[in-house]
């Protein structure tokens, strides 16, 4: 089937530690995308990649890192500099500027 | 900056009414609108896609309009079930160079059997 995966579903950090987050797609799509949620809030734009070996910053990327090196993969890595990392992640894709899909997310936890 | 805003934020009705979500946007200059739904715990799920040279969006019971020039969108859901309990979001996408769709933060609907 085609689709988004993301893993882990649960990820633990611990103090200092960095944590990736990974999201693979299988829909041959161009773009992909990061969205943190917190609870009662709406999705907010960490990082977007439209092409390969590129990406973009969204309204908050301190704190996060990624990369794009193929077309299928966008890891999410969680940095020690990110002092507020509880929350849902969301790995989106899209296929020239229409509709985005989403995983079914990674809920990161501080231990 | 864009910025969405979703009225209600919540909203609880008998099952078989016909109901509307608003959505409004501050910058008019944008390439799309999506709506989604997204159930507790879970990934978002695409429900329509409209173009910013289109009016409106149907599919089933849902109908979605759009007027770009005053920044509006509504979510038309007829002859509402249980089933379509859930948080509703729009999002726009930017015109121009620029990605990443701008989310409102939902609107929390309950359908009461």
């Known amino acids: 089937d085609g689709g988004i995966t993301q893993s882990p579903k649960y990820l633990f950090r611990k103090e200092g530690q960095n944590v990736t987050l990974s999201c693979e797609q299988n829909?041959?799509?161009?773009?992909m995308y990061w969205y943190r949620q917190d609870p009662g809030q709406g999705l907010r734009l960490i990082y977007y990649?439209?092409?390969?070996?590129?990406?973009q910053k969204g309204d908050i990327a301190e704190g996060y890192s990624v990369s794009r090196e193929k077309k299928e993969s966008f890891p999410l890595t969680v940095t020690s500099a990110q002092k507020n990392p509880t929350a849902f992640y969301l790995c989106?894709?899209?296929?020239?500027?229409?509709?985005?899909?989403f995983g079914s997310g990674t809920q990161l936890s501080v231990l | 900056k864009q910025e969405v805003t979703q009225i209600p934020a919540a909203l609880s009705v008998p099952e078989g009414e016909n109901l509307v979500l608003n959505c409004s946007f501050t910058?008019?200059?944008?390439?799309?609108l999506q709506w989604f739904r997204q159930d507790p715990g879970k990934g978002l799920t695409s429900l329509l896609l409209?173009?910013?040279?289109?009016r409106e969006q149907t599919s089933g019971r849902l109908n979605a309009s759009l007027d770009k020039s005053s920044g509006r969108s509504t979510l038309y859901i007829a002859a509402s079930q249980p089933g379509d309990s859930a948080t509703y979001l729009c999002?726009?996408?930017?015109?121009?160079?620029?990605?990443?769709?701008?989310f409102g933060k939902g609107t929390h609907l309950i359908i009461q059997p």
């Open positions: 989106a894709s899209s296929l020239s500027r229409q509709l985005l899909f």
């Open positions: 409209i173009q910013s040279s289109q």
């Open positions: 829909l041959n799509h161009d773009a």
């Open positions: 999002a726009v996408r930017p015109g121009g160079g620029a990605d990443g769709l701008t």
């Open positions: 990649s439209q092409i390969v070996n590129d990406f």
């Open positions: 910058d008019s200059a944008i390439y799309n």
